[in-house]
């Protein structure tokens, strides 16, 4: 079946660490987003990729790196640098004039 | 660069009754799709409707129907015949011919029995 994967469903992440988030989709989409979502709040901008090798920042990239090597897979990594990164992750990918299709989110706590 | 706004943050609604969530947004572009987004606890993303620009026509989906007006840059979504399971936050997005998707802050909708 068509469709965007996140993984993992749930992460922990120790203090100075970085972590990496998975995103696979073969929908043969061209763009794909990374959003964070706060409890209660909307969705957030981190970063977007319209095209393979290339990508740009949103509104909250800082303490974020992505990359885009293959059109299927778009991992965001949050590095040490992000201060308050306990949230949920949600990835999507869109064709052209077209919706976006989600992933089922990932959940990172800081512990 | 393209903004949505969804000025209500929290709505309730009698359960079999009738709301509508408002959206408004700003482009330049004559060419774009709108979309309303449902998000239940489970924090699924689910699209309930869409529309085209370039469509005078309403969009409807079985309880769910859009009120577009392109001069206004408005697109209302109304729930008919609430149900509890239209509890949900609910996001207006907004993606352009440069296929850039630009969300709302959302708005939560309560469905009381």
């Known amino acids: 079946d068509g469709g965007i994967t996140q993984s993992p469903k749930y992460l922990f992440r120790k203090e100075g660490q970085n972590v990496t988030l998975s995103c696979e989709q073969n929908?043969?989409?061209?763009?794909m987003y990374w959003y964070r979502q706060d409890p209660g709040q909307g969705l957030r901008l981190i970063y977007y990729?319209?095209?393979?090798?290339?990508?740009q920042k949103g509104d909250i990239a800082e303490g974020y790196s992505v990359s885009r090597e293959k059109k299927e897979s778009f991992p965001l990594t949050v590095t040490s640098a992000q201060k308050n990164p306990t949230a949920f992750y949600l990835c999507?990918?869109?064709?052209?004039?077209?919706?976006?299709?989600f992933g089922q989110g990932t959940r990172l706590t800081v512990v | 660069a393209q903004t949505v706004t969804q000025s209500q943050p929290e709505m309730s609604v009698q359960e079999a009754e009738t709301v509508t969530l408002s959206c408004t947004y700003d482009t330049s572009e004559n060419n774009y799709y709108l979309f309303w987004y449902k998000q239940p606890p489970s924090r699924q993303m689910i699209l309930v409707i869409r529309?085209?620009?370039?469509?005078?026509q309403n969009a409807t989906e079985n309880r769910f129907s859009v009120n577009f007006q392109k001069a206004a840059k408005s697109f209302s979504l109304k729930i008919s015949d609430s149900q509890l399971g239209d509890t949900a936050m609910y996001f207006c997005?907004?993606?352009?011919?440069?296929?850039?998707?630009?969300f709302g802050g959302g708005t939560r909708l309560m469905v009381k029995p």
């Open positions: 529309q085209e620009a370039y469509k005078q």
């Open positions: 997005a907004f993606n352009n011919a440069g296929n850039m998707l630009t």
């Open positions: 929908l043969n989409h061209d763009a």
């Open positions: 999507a990918s869109s064709g052209y004039w077209a919706e976006a299709f």
């Open positions: 990729s319209q095209i393979v090798n290339d990508f």
